[in-house]
């Protein structure tokens, strides 16, 4: 599949694309927030363009993308120079040594991809304190009003409910999350910067109410409680 980076980025150049980018940055900016950043590695599964890298490197990370698009990659690399590690390959299956990170993010890449469990196991495997998970809510009012029963990349994607999502993380990682929040609750003609429409958007919710949920997962100080997914050639997926 052929991937158009500026097909991509053009999304966040609209009102309701601004608005959402910001609704997310906060997001993920919140649920960091517990995990020390200063000389620590973390790496995107999924990188894309590496938007969310930028935020993650101004919050003084160690930034290493990975996507299996070529031209995402080398449009991250147009933003990024050589302030990141930036490479192709599958999040299923990575080259990287176990626990060659502190953390992994995968921030709307679970839906796209054909194992999902596989992915969010091998993001575990190469990470030693944590793993956060941004992913879209298949209970929100996005969802029903904007894009269940259309035909579009989303609508073809794979959303999960909150339930959903923490028995994958358990599945896949041994440990349960150890916080979530969300944004966006109201329908995609809400996501602009009004002061009724920010009463419902402007603000991190529970996990269960908002279109955009995301997860923190810690494994330091932690007991897994089954163990973790062990790779012995293929991955066998039931």
């Not at 998970?133 to 209970?139: R, S």
Request: with cysteine.
């Amino acid at each position: 599949m052929s991937w158009d980076p500026d097909r991509y980025e053009a999304w966040f150049d609209t009102p309701e694309g601004r608005y959402a980018l910001d609704r997310e940055v906060m997001l993920l900016q919140d649920v960091l927030a517990g995990w020390p950043r200063r000389k620590r590695k973390i790496l995107e599964i999924g990188c894309g363009t590496g938007l969310f890298l930028e935020t993650l490197y101004q919050m003084g990370l160690d930034v290493t993308g990975l996507d299996r698009s070529p031209e995402m990659i080398a449009a991250a690399r147009q933003r990024f120079g050589n302030r990141a590690e930036l490479h192709v390959g599958h999040g299923e299956h990575m080259p990287y040594s176990d626990n060659e990170f502190d953390y992994t993010l995968l921030w709307s890449v679970l839906e796209f991809s054909g194992e999902p469990e596989a992915m969010l196991a091998e993001a575990a495997r190469v990470a030693e304190k944590g793993l956060l998970i941004g992913f879209l809510n298949k209970n929100s009012l996005y969802y029903y009003m904007n894009v269940r029963g259309t035909e579009t990349s989303l609508s073809r994607a794979h959303w999960f409910t909150w339930c959903e999502m923490q028995d994958l993380v358990h599945r896949a990682t041994g440990f349960r999350p150890t916080l979530a929040r969300s944004v966006l609750a109201g329908p995609m003609k809400t996501w602009k910067s009004t002061t009724l429409s920010n009463l419902a958007n402007g603000h991190i919710l529970p996990p269960a109410l908002g279109a955009f949920v995301a997860v923190r997962v810690d494994f330091v100080n932690m007991k897994p409680l089954t163990p973790l997914f062990a790779w012995k050639g293929e991955p066998e997926m039931g």
